[in-house]
């Protein structure tokens, strides 16, 4: 069965640090998105992302956060300059259409110290 | 804008016993509503949407919800579960996009 792949599964780095996480979404779908899970929080959307553009972004996407698909099957979430409040869960989801199921990966744990 | 409320963080049952994992939502639009687990070290996983029709909605795993609009709600069911049902519980709504999550329910089977 085919499934969301995210890379690394988990990463260290330090305050002030660019972060690249990775992820590959199922081949057939087009839209795609990125949420953050702080330890004892709720999942919290981030971005979404369709036809190479930014859908929709939510209040926490600033200006230190990018997202790229970059080669037509990664799909990448740079944080420019970690801070240790972005420590968190990133699921990367995949989608065919914009009401349909998602389809998560399991995660890259961040933790910025 | 849209809201989640899982009414119970912990969930204690015993093996072989029912469960009622309750949600109730908030939104100035019509949305659609999922139920998701998460088992220990790994992703989300769709145990069931409602999108329209029907509002008892059958999931995987033998898991059902019940979407009520008057009271929006949508409340998630087991009539016995298993030990391997131990896991995170996620309720979300979405308008179109993005999925607005609850905070989680956290069901522990017992023998």
């Known amino acids: 069965e085919p499934e969301v792949t995210q890379t690394p599964s988990h990463q260290v780095t330090q305050m002030g640090q660019e972060v690249i996480l990775r992820c590959v979404p199922i081949?057939?779908?087009?839209?795609f998105y990125w949420y953050r899970q702080i330890l004892g929080q709720k999942v919290e959307f981030l971005v979404s992302?369709?036809?190479?553009?930014?859908?929709?972004k939510s209040e926490i996407f600033d200006d230190q956060f990018s997202v790229e698909r970059p080669d037509g099957s990664n799909f990448t979430l740079k944080i420019r300059s970690t801070k240790l409040e972005d420590s968190a869960m990133y699921f990367c989801?995949?989608?065919?259409?914009?009401?349909?199921?998602?389809?998560f990966g399991p995660g890259t744990r961040l933790t910025v110290t | 804008a849209q809201s989640v409320t899982q009414l119970d963080s912990q969930v204690p049952v015993f093996e072989e016993a029912p469960v009622e994992l309750r949600c109730n939502y908030s939104?100035?639009?019509?949305?659609?509503l999922f139920w998701y687990v998460q088992y220990p070290n790994q992703g989300l996983q769709l145990l069931l949407k409602y999108l329209s029709g029907s509002t008892l909605v059958k999931g995987i795993n033998g898991f059902e919800a019940e979407f009520n609009k008057s009271q929006t709600s949508f409340h998630l069911r087991k009539p016995s579960v298993h030990i391997s049902d131990t896991a995170e519980y996620f309720c979300?709504?979405?308008?179109?996009?993005?999925?607005?999550f609850g905070a989680g329910t956290t069901v522990t089977v017992r023998a």
């Open positions: 992302f369709y036809n190479n553009e930014i859908s929709e």
């Open positions: 081949s057939n779908h087009l839209y």
């Open positions: 939104s100035s639009v019509s949305v659609y």
């Open positions: 989801a995949s989608a065919t259409g914009g009401a349909s199921e998602q389809y």
């Open positions: 979300a709504v979405s308008p179109y996009y993005k999925l607005s």
